[in-house]
């Protein structure tokens, strides 16, 4: 390469994130909420369907933006009455109720929060958004076999003219608009192939804590909402609280890690649905029906390939990595580094830019929460919009398939499908 070129693009590359940053930075989070926040009437209610452990965290920020005159909790959802009492108690005794259409129906009710198992994330957001009520839902959008109900999720937040944010909290960084502007101004040349990666040590985060290991189904747990559309099946204290360990309620590190990982480059990238997927894996180490190790491959049209990587035996990390034809865009996993590194280059020659620029947000779920509040006021798509988290949700859930069933999964672009 010309030492003309390597000026050129150094001068490009340095010029480009200093512009780029500045911009995807300049405006704080919840500007336009704080502006248009007055009194007390005037506040977002939230409803909250589902109030277990994830749910606790979302209300302990929905209590924080109270405080500043931002939001209302009005109302809370459980089918399990202790944790449904306790959660009241959290919030103000906020109005208890133990069937999700009960609260759609509270007129206090503006905006709901679901946090359940994944096999009932559909079924409850379509009915919220044909409540006409805008909809934060926690990863992933749906259930690994619910692709079709992804669909109509999109089909419901467009036709009602509705709000979906998922809570993918990696999403929250404030400065992937720079990234993407890098990536569109050919900084990295045209990407090829990207990895990504979820290293955990232990299944704690799929062993979830058991409560009351003498509960029974009755008045206080009602088992057959909890199976829904699922399996029939004799009530278990285990399937009931540790529900990310069975293929009935969730899918495993796909659906519930490698999202976090993955969400981030497919934004970035601005990808659509894959061509072809495969997945791999198995339950190597714990007892349990999900696999402790995943794998996925997912292949798109015209590029880039992508693999994302998981396993829940050694906590050693892996960067992920986006390669261009003439460079890469890197970052570790959060706590093992502090941003994005974008190094440019050409023809096989030695690294020509070295570039950081520092997180801003990401793995911050109250920032997540923030972008979307603004959202609700500008009508702008939220930072995991609908249409991300579907086509997001199409290769994890081909994965799953794929492992599965032994086979390579195909998308049939006509049909929007799985074959």
């Given at each position: ?117 994944d096999a009932h994330h559909a079924p409850q957001a379509i009915d919220a958004l ?235 779920t109250s920032k997540l929460w923030a972008n979307f509040l603004d959202c609700i ?43």
């Amino acid at each position: 390469m010309s030492t003309k070129r390597k000026t050129d693009r150094r001068s490009f590359l340095k010029t480009s994130v200093g512009a780029s940053a500045a911009a995807a930075g300049a405006i704080p989070l919840t500007h336009i909420m704080a502006e248009t926040a007055k009194g007390a009437n005037d506040r977002i209610g939230i409803g909250f369907i589902g109030t277990g452990g994830r749910s606790g965290a979302h209300q302990g920020i929905v209590k924080n933006f109270q405080t500043q005159g931002l939001v209302q909790p009005v109302a809370v959802c459980d089918i399990y009455r202790p944790r449904l009492e306790a959660a009241s108690a959290r919030l103000g005794n906020a109005t208890m109720y133990d069937e999700h259409e009960q609260l759609l129906d509270d007129p206090n009710v503006d905006v709901v929060c679901i946090a359940t198992p994944d096999a009932h994330h559909a079924p409850q957001a379509i009915d919220a958004l044909n409540a006409k009520k805008d909809v934060y839902c926690e990863k992933p959008l749906t259930h690994w076999n619910q692709f079709e109900l992804a669909k109509q999720i999109d089909k419901a937040a467009k036709e009602n003219e509705c709000l979906v944010q998922v809570g993918t909290q990696y999403m929250a960084d404030e400065n992937y608009a720079a990234i993407r502007k890098l990536i569109a101004d050919g900084a990295i040349g045209k990407p090829v192939h990207a990895q990504c990666a979820y290293m955990r040590r232990g299944d704690w985060g799929e062993r979830m804590t058991i409560p009351d290991p003498n509960a029974t189904p009755g008045p206080d747990l009602n088992w057959e909402r909890f199976l829904g559309n699922s399996p029939k099946v004799p009530f278990s204290v285990s399937r009931f609280f540790q529900w990310r360990l069975f293929w009935d309620y969730a899918g495993g590190p796909a659906t519930d890690l490698l999202v976090h990982s993955y969400t981030p480059v497919f934004a970035i990238l601005g990808l659509d649905f894959p061509k072809r997927v495969f997945g791999g894996g198995g339950t190597f180490q714990y007892n349990r029906e999900v696999p402790d190790q995943c794998n996925i491959i997912a292949d798109y049209p015209g590029g880039p390939s992508i693999i994302l990587v998981n396993t829940l035996s050694n906590h050693v990390p892996m960067d992920t990595v986006i390669r261009g034809t003439e460079g890469i865009i890197s970052w570790p996993m959060i706590g093992q580094g502090s941003g994005f590194r974008i190094v440019s280059f050409a023809n096989g020659s030695r690294e020509q830019t070295d570039v950081t620029i520092p997180y801003n947000g990401m793995g911050d779920t109250s920032k997540l929460w923030a972008n979307f509040l603004d959202c609700i006021v500008t009508r702008e798509q939220p930072a995991c919009s609908i249409d991300i988290a579907l086509r997001v949700q199409a290769p994890l859930s081909m994965g799953v398939i794929s492992h599965r069933e032994n086979k390579v999964v195909q998308f049939d672009y006509d049909n929007q499908s799985f074959v």
